[in-house]
C-alpha cells in the first residue's frame, strides 16, 4: 500500500508525539504508523525492563533515535504524567482501565476520572502540545442489539447500559458494567473539556472491535479482541462468543490510521470519531477462516445476521482516506491478518 505524501498537517513532521500503553495491540501499530509518517514517538509503558522488545522492535524498523521508551509505573501518582509531556506536540492517549467487569461503576469511575483528567491538566501545562485524542469504545455510544434497526448519532450516548448498571450495583450484569464505565467516563471527560478554553485540539475516537495484524505476536501475544479470532480457530471460549452481538469491526491498522489523520490534520477539532469500518458477526469470521484454512476443523456458532444500526462514520473515513488513498479494510482482510499472527 502506498502512503499518501503528508503535506497539510498542525503537526510538523520529526515532531514527537507522546503514545500511552505503547505496548498494547491497538497503541503498537499507532506508533509503526506514526513512525512511518516521519514522526518520532515517544511511548509509554509501567516496565520498561519488560517491554524492551517494542522499543527493540521499532528502532530495528525505523531508525534508533526515533523512538523513545519511558516508564510511568503508576498513572494515578500526581504529577505521573508532567515529565513524559515536555516537548511533545501530540498525544493519542490509548490506556484505560482493565477491569471488564467493575463491580461498582460509580466506584471505578471516581478512581480512573482523576488519572485521566491529569494527563490532559499536563498537556494544558505544556505548550509544544497541538493536538489529543482520547480512545473511547463504541460501547459508550451504543448496546449492539441486532434486533433492532436505529441511527446512531455522533452524541449519543450509551445510557440504556448506565440505568442498567445502576440498577445492578452488584455488576452482576458483567460486561453492562464496563460499557456504563466507558460511557459515563467519556462523558465526564467531555465536560470537562467543554468547561476549558484548551490550548490544542481534542477529539476522541471510538473503537468498536478491533480485528486485523499484531505488531510481534512473540513477545505481545495475541492481545485483545485480535485474540477472540484464535478462540474461533482454535474452537475456545466460544460461549462467550456466542454471546456477542453481530456489530462493527476495525482493522488494526485502520484504527492506526485514524489516529494519525485525527492528531495531524488541520480543523479536526471536537469530533467524536467513529472506529466502525463495517458489520460482521463471529459466525462470518469462522467463515472465512474456513475459507483460509480448509483442513482445520472450525466450530460453528448461530448465525444471528447482520447488525441493522446506522452509524457515523462517513467522517472517520474521510480521515482515513486522506492518509492512507483508500477506505475500511475488509473482514477478510482483518481476519487474515489476525490469523497470520498465530497460524
Known sequence: MKRPTIT?????????????????????NIADVLLAAGYRVRGTVRSKSKNEWIASLLSAHHGSSRFELVEVPDVRKPGAWDAVVVGVAAIAHVIGAV???????????????????????????????????????????????????????????????????RGDPSGAKGLISWMALKTLLEKEIWAWVKCRSLP???????????????????????????????????????????????????DTGDAAQLYLAALITPGVDGERLFGFGARYSWPR??????????????????????????????????????????????LEESVRAAAACFV
Request: aromatic share 8%; hydrophobic share 40%.
Open 285 to 330: 469470521v469462522i467463515d472465512i477462516l474456513a475459507k483460509l484454512y480448509p483442513e482445520k476443523s472450525l466450530p460453528s456458532l448461530e448465525d444471528r445476521g447482520w447488525d441493522q444500526t446506522d452509524v457515523p462514520n462517513r467522517r472517520s473515513e474521510e480521515l482515513l482516506r486522506s492518509v492512507k488513498s483508500d477506505g475500511w479494510a475488509t
Open 200 to 250: 490544542f485540539a481534542f477529539n476522541s475516537i471510538l473503537l468498536d472491535t478491533v480485528i486485523g495484524h499484531c505488531l510481534h505476536s512473540k513477545d505481545q501475544g495475541i492481545p485483545s479482541t485480535t485474540g477472540m479470532v484464535k478462540w474461533a480457530y482454535d474452537g475456545t471460549n466460544l460461549d462467550l462468543l456466542a454471546l456477542l452481538q453481530p456489530q462493527w469491526y476495525i
Open 8 to 28: 497539510n498537517t498542525r503537526i510538523p513532521l520529526d515532531s514527537i508525539i507522546l503514545v500511552t500503553g505503547v505496548n498494547g495491540l491497538i497503541a503498537s
Open 99 to 165: 477491569d471488564t467487569s467493575p463491580q461498582d461503576v460509580g466506584e471505578a469511575l471516581e478512581a480512573e476520572l482523576p488519572w485521566q483528567i491529569s494527563l490532559l491538566e499536563a498537556a494544558m501545562a505544556e505548550p509544544s502540545v497541538k493536538s489529543f485524542v482520547f480512545t473511547s469504545s463504541a460501547f459508550a455510544a451504543w448496546l449492539p442489539d441486532a434486533s433492532r434497526k436505529r441511527e446512531l448519532g455522533e452524541w449519543d450516548w450509551n445510557e440504556e447500559a448506565v440505568e442498567m448498571a
